[in-house]
């Protein structure tokens, strides 16, 4: 597989997804005392992490990742740590089952991540049309330069006496997305 590189230097052979979770490490050889980290980031070769005690860089140990209720073991190689990034491990040894189980994790962040992005994308023209009532486009249009959107629509009829009457006596919806 092809190293990418980035603008700073950095070689990665696979994309860092960002997420939450928990490492329990074990220096290898193993002396008895487990090391708790929360992921900074996790890809299919490796991990960061913060950890309460530094690890020493070139040694080996066991992780034991936990993220979204899905947990795998691997033996990795201390990259380093790093005051800004966290202890970066390199994934050297992990079983079939561990594989599939963070692969299927990654591939349920990326695709988390990317519906993200597109949520966040700004709309086009077209799309905000679509969500504008025709009051609101006629307004948008009649504030023309003043609000920097060129939308084009047409005046809403106006209302009789009787459609205002009924407008008072009907209940008011209001949608609140508490997702957002």
């Known amino acids: 597989m092809e190293e990418s590189v980035a603008k700073d230097g950095d070689r990665r052979r696979s994309p860092r997804f960002s997420c939450g979770g928990r490492v329990t490490i074990y220096c290898l050889p ?3 005392m487990a090391i708790p980290g929360v992921i900074r980031n996790l890809s299919s070769g490796g991990i960061c992490l ?3 005690e530094p690890l020493p860089e070139g040694s ?5 990742v936990s993220v979204n209720g899905e947990s795998f073991r691997a033996v990795a ?3 380093g ?4 990034l966290g202890t970066r491990l390199q994934f050297t040894q992990m ?5 599939d189980v963070l692969l299927d994790l990654i591939a349920r962040l990326d695709k988390m991540q990317s519906l993200n992005r597109r949520l966040r994308a700004p709309r086009t023209e077209k799309e905000t049309a679509r969500l504008l009532t025709p009051e609101e486009k006629f307004r948008v249009a009649r504030a023309g330069a003043d609000a920097g959107v060129t939308l ?3 005046a809403p009829a106006p209302k009789t006496a009787e459609q205002k009457e009924a407008e008072k006596a009907k209940p008011v919806l209001i949608r609140l997305d508490l997702f957002i």
């Open 60 to 64: 080996l140990a066991e992780v034991v």
């Open 50 to 52: 913060n950890a309460i």
């Open 81 to 84: 740590p790093d005051p800004v």
């Open 152 to 154: 084009v629509g047409e």
């Open 95 to 99: 079983s079939a089952f561990g594989q």
């Open 30 to 32: 193993y002396e008895g």
């Open 77 to 79: 190689l201390v990259k």
